[in-house]
């Protein structure tokens, strides 16, 4: 299986101070074992990094992708499509609201994508990432009260391990979606 690239957990951003779970652009392993590790209950990275921090920003960008029809879809793919694209926001984001409800102030970004309106066998994605805003606008709702906000941002294509993966660069489709780019 390939995962989105990410990079590797740091305790901090090295040029702000700014606690961050993930920081790039130094790391090339799959991001499967860095979800497990950083959202796992109830150690872990994510886990040590609320101990030892007060984060009161957070930004959901894990994801993954497994294309395939309906008729075709493995259920254990979906469920780890799911898994990484919904479960671990919603674990960091609750390992970080207490920090943000104690501070009264809290800010999450859920990255989200273009493909939650439909495309075809990508039905486990796109599904994930509807979720995923549904998730934000119930939890900007629950917390606007506290200051804290939440939000999701749903890019278009963009050049990533995952894009290059599922979009090869003769592709009919691929050349499309890169012709609609203004």
């Known amino acids: 299986t390939s995962y989105t690239r990410a990079s590797s957990i740091v305790p901090e ?7 961050a779970l993930l920081h790039a652009p130094t790391w090339n392993a799959p991001v499967k074992p ?45 469920d780890e499509v799911i898994a990484v694209n919904l ?12 920090t943000m409800r104690k501070a009264r102030f809290g800010r999450i970004v859920n990255i989200t994508s273009r493909a939650l309106l439909g495309r075809a066998n990508a039905s486990s994605y796109a599904a994930a990432k509807a979720g995923l805003v549904a998730l934000t606008r ?4 629950e917390l606007a009260d506290q200051n804290i906000t939440v939000n ?20 009919p489709s691929t ?8």
């Open 152 to 171: 999701a941002v749903g890019p278009g294509p963009t050049e990533t391990d995952m894009w290059n993966k599922n979009n090869p660069p003769d592709s």
């Open 175 to 182: 050349r499309a979606h890169v012709a609609r780019i203004p």
């Open 138 to 141: 119930c939890w900007a709702l």
């Open 13 to 19: 951003n090295q040029s702000t101070g700014v606690p």
């Open 34 to 78: 860095l979800v497990n590790a950083a959202c796992g209950e109830p150690s872990g990275a994510l886990a040590d990094i609320v101990a030892r921090y007060e984060v009161t920003g957070l930004v959901n960008n894990a994801g993954l992708n497994h294309l395939q029809k309906l008729g075709e879809i493995d259920l254990a793919a979906f």
């Open 87 to 98: 479960r671990a926001a919603i674990q960091c984001a609750q390992a970080v609201l207490p």
